[in-house]
Every structure is written in C-alpha cells, then in structure tokens.
C-alpha cells in the first residue's frame, strides 16, 4: 500500500499501516500478507541494544536525588547565576529553592491554570521561540499542511518532554492542528524557565520549571495527567515516566488513551516491557526507533551538542585529550566522531561486538572502563543503561577528570554513590565531588542529559524528531478503532521518507526520479517506500 501524503490513515486499508515490533519469545508470530508488519526473524526488540535491560525495573526514573546545600564558590548573587553564559539557555536561576507550585498567579487573559518559575519572563521566551521557528522550517510547513484540515481536533494530549524552545514550536503546532494540551517536563534541568513562560502567557496549561525537585517533578505530571474535567485521549512521552505514573495510578483513565507515542530508549524498553507481560493495555508507537529519529536526532544531534555542553560548561580545550565514550550506539558514534575531529585522544567500550567492530574500524580503541581510568580526562556515558559508572569507577578517576551523560535515563552515573562526599557548586550544572585526599571529579548536570542542562540542541534536528511525534500522534488519533491492538508499532518507512523529503528544501537538494523501467527492475513504487523494513542505513 502507498503512503502518498501526509493523509496518514486509509479507512480502505485493512492491514496496520504501521510495522509491530516483537521479539520472538513473546510468542505471537507476523502474518501481514503485505509485507507490511515485520516478521520476528526480521524485527527483533530494538532495546536488546540497551545495556543489561534486563536490570531495567518497572519503578519510576529517580530525576533527582536528595538536593543538599552545597557551597558556592560564584561571587555574584543571582544575576551571575541567572545570565552566566555557561547557565544552559534559560535566562532564570536553576537552583531557586522556592517552588512556584503554590505561587498561583493569572496571565494576561486571566488564565491560572500553569505553574512556572517567573511569567515577567514570557517576551524572552517568545522571542527564543521564534528564533526556533526560523529553523524548524520544515515542521511550520507540516503545521501549515496539517492545520488545513486540522486533523487533531477533538485530541486531548498530554505531553512530557523537554520544555524547550523548539518543543514549544511542536507545541504549538499541535494546538494549531486542533489539539488541546498540556504539558510538563521530562528532565529537571532542561526546562527553559523563559519558553515555559512563553508557552503560559499564550494560555497553555504548563508545569515546568529548571530545578524542579523530585516531589515537584511527579507533582507537575500528574497535573498533567488528572486534572479536573480533563480525560486525555493521547500521550507524548519522553523517558517513560507520565506512561508509568498514569499505568500505576490512573489505570481506568490510562486504558481510555487511543494510544502512547514513546521517543526515548528507555521509555521504549518500558513499553516493551509491558506488552511481553501482557500489561500494555493501549496501542503505542515507537518513534525512537524510526530511522530519521535515529539517525538525525541520535547521531547528527549529538555530533555537535556534546562539544557545545561541555565547552559551555567547563571552558575545556579537547585537543589532545583523552576520552572514554561508554557506548557506540547511534549517540556513542556521534560524540566520539566529534571528539575525534577536534584532536581528542578517543576509546571506546561497548558489550555488543558488532558495535566494538564498528568502533575499530572507527579507529577507535575498544576498551574496559577499568583499563582507562587513571589516565582519561573525560568520561561520558551513552548507554541507557543504569550505574555504568559506579563508585568504585569515579574512585579510580585521575583528579579533575569531567564525568557527564548523553543518555537519557539519569541512571547512568550512580550521583547517590557520591552524596558522602564533599560538594562544591562552581557554576550551574557543575559540581565538583572532592574525596578527603583533594581529589576532585568535575560532575555535569549532576549525571542528567548534558547536551540539555548544559547547552542547547539543534533546532533543525529537533523538527525531523518532532515530526515524526505529530505524525505519530495523528495516526493513533485518526486510525479507525481495531486498527491497532495492544502493542508497541514502528512508523513505516513511507513516513519516515515524507518527514526527511520536508527537511530537504533547506539544503536545495534535488531528489532523483525513478524511471518506469528502474523501478519496474527494483520492484519498488516511484513514489517509494525505497528501502524494505528491514535495510539498515
């Protein structure tokens, strides 16, 4: 079946036009006649890449550990704090220990229903905003496509995701669709206080703000989640935590959602999770694992955030340094080609073989985390994986040493392991962790996302993410009912071909056309899709 627009559900169309995705052991076997649903030969669990998954539990992310006073070594008062450069990209102090969550205050509409740090701050927010549109021009062209028909009229969304600039552009090309939503943060550091200002003035229902606390955190969710005369019908999730609060504690309202859309390995293993223990009692669709997600996003992302993050944060000069990127996944392979090209002396290390043969042939060395470090000057995990660097690793560490993650679950780096130990706050989102002997480790964002907390991401990467998420969650909203049962699917390649041909005009580049004798001879359509399911780029 063809895919031709962004017309994204057939009603004439019998099968799912979205690939499942199941590992053999759960015992159901693929039977499109299509070629459409992925055979379990052929599609195995894309989290069998995760490191030792099986450690991966069903209770909530811990997003913030025990938030101790900690001595500052700035001279300034909040202002050095607020609009240092190295402070991320959020014009407001992170480490304010008032909550806003009892600070009920209206915006110029009257409106009350949202919770942020400063709402004077709402004309920065805009104006970031609106530098974002300028580079995500691709997704304001699929809100001008889809805002015609205004295909999500009717969805009610509940969004748990980065509050950035370029989130509220996704934002606000949903409401333009149709949607009504409200929204929070995945991730306590990454809030832009500004954007969340922004988004409030504009009269969205939003919780978010940077350094929330771990009660703020599952608080603002749940605002989210259950609220009064509120019954979302879709979830836009980023790390799996909304999913895992509205499973456990709102199930009736969690079974009435048309579906989950998942953009994290980590909320994908959970997801996945659930569906092999029959649990999953809504469909889901894994956007982390489409190629453009994967590719963009991951990789190219991740290729420019990780020097930006930590330049930004730690004025540090890479030449010559040695560097141990933990994990050649699809990020790994970014931050290492990024390093590499900067003069940094790169090692690897990696469970999977294929992944450590790739890396060889990188020209990188595969090594044992153990083996390096006495002599690496920065560490950095990408793994999504829990406690791949221990205590008894960051004992090891040469003094000074820069320890930071680019994966997404904040479980990468036991932070708990070290909370003995003196802490003294340099600047925001950087610590350093002082042993009795002197010696120091200089910890970023306290072990969270650092291309994140410490910096910002590229807009132009974020439009190919977000597009896939608004395509995503049109599918699940228009799809008539027994399209999709209760399992996590993929997007098929027709959609990730449409999200990557938006984004081409940018570069003016000029696709080839197929002849009808070429594509008689491949056995493909003109249009595509040009790559079966299972072609990896």
């Not at 998942?262 to 956007?287: D, F, M």
């Not at 294929?354 to 153990?370: H, T």
Request: aromatic fraction near 6%; charged fraction near 25%.
């Amino acid at each position: 079946a063809r895919m031709a627009s962004p017309s994204l559900s057939s009603p004439a169309r019998r099968s799912s036009p979205l690939t499942i995705k199941k590992q053999p052991s759960y015992g159901a076997e693929a039977t499109a006649s299509n070629g459409v649903l992925t055979s379990p030969a052929a599609a195995q669990d894309p989290t069998q890449g995760v490191k030792h998954a099986s450690s991966f539990k069903s209770e909530p992310l811990s997003k913030m550990g025990s938030r101790k006073r900690v001595t500052s070594m700035s001279s300034g008062g909040p202002s050095a704090e607020s609009f240092s450069s190295s402070s991320g990209s959020s014009y407001s102090s992170s480490s304010d220990d008032e909550t806003p969550r009892e600070n009920i205050v209206s915006n110029s509409k009257g409106c009350r229903d949202f919770r942020v740090r400063d709402l004077t701050l709402a004309e920065y927010g805009r104006k970031e905003i609106e530098i974002a549109e300028q580079e995500m021009g691709a997704l304001m062209e699929l809100r001008r496509r889809a805002q015609e028909d205004r295909r999500l009229v009717g969805a009610r969304i509940v969004g748990c995701t980065h509050i950035t600039a370029q989130a509220a552009v996704l934002i606000e090309t949903l409401a333009a669709c149709g949607a009504e939503v409200r929204w929070c943060a995945c991730n306590i550091h990454s809030t832009q206080n500004e954007v969340a200002a922004a988004l409030a003035e504009a009269g969205f229902p939003i919780f978010a703000w940077r350094g929330e606390s771990e009660e703020d955190f599952w608080w603002c969710i749940e605002q989210c989640v259950h609220a009064e005369n509120w019954q979302p019908n879709l979830l836009l999730d980023d790390g799996g935590d909304a999913t895992h609060l509205m499973h456990k504690k709102y199930e009736a309202s969690f079974k009435l959602l048309r579906g989950v859309v998942e953009e994290s390995v980590t909320g994908v293993h959970r997801l996945y999770q659930l569906a092999k223990t029959g649990k999953l009692c809504v469909p889901a669709i894994n956007v982390n694992d489409s190629v453009v997600k994967s590719k963009f996003d991951n990789h190219y992302c991740c290729r420019e955030s990780i020097l930006d993050s930590i330049k930004r944060a730690t004025d540090t000069m890479f030449g010559g340094k040695h560097v141990c990127v933990c994990g050649y996944g699809e990020v790994g392979k970014g931050c290492a080609s990024a390093l590499k090209g900067l003069g940094a002396v790169v090692c690897v290390t990696e469970i999977d073989p294929i992944c450590a043969l790739q890396a060889s042939f990188d020209g990188f060395r595969v090594v044992r985390l153990e083996e390096v470090l006495n002599s690496i000057d920065v560490l950095i995990t990408c793994t999504g994986n829990k406690r791949v660097v221990s205590r008894q690793h960051m004992n090891m560490l040469k003094t000074g040493c820069i320890v930071c993650n680019m994966g997404h679950s904040n479980t990468e780096i036991d932070v708990e392991s070290v909370r003995d130990l003196k802490w003294v706050h340099v600047r925001s989102q950087v610590d350093h962790v002082i042993w009795p002997d002197g010696k120091r480790m200089v910890l970023l964002a306290e072990g969270r996302l650092v291309n994140l907390c410490c910096s910002s991401i590229p807009s132009f990467v974020v439009s190919i993410a977000a597009s896939t998420q608004i395509l995503a969650l049109i599918e699940l909203f228009r799809a008539p009912a027994g399209r999709y049962k209760h399992d996590v699917y993929l997007l098929p390649k027709k959609m990730d071909e449409y999200v990557a041909s938006l984004h081409l005009g940018t570069f003016d580049a000029h696709l080839t056309e197929l002849t009808d004798e070429q594509a008689s001879y491949l056995s493909i359509p003109k249009s595509g899709p040009f790559k079966p399911h299972y072609y990896r780029y």
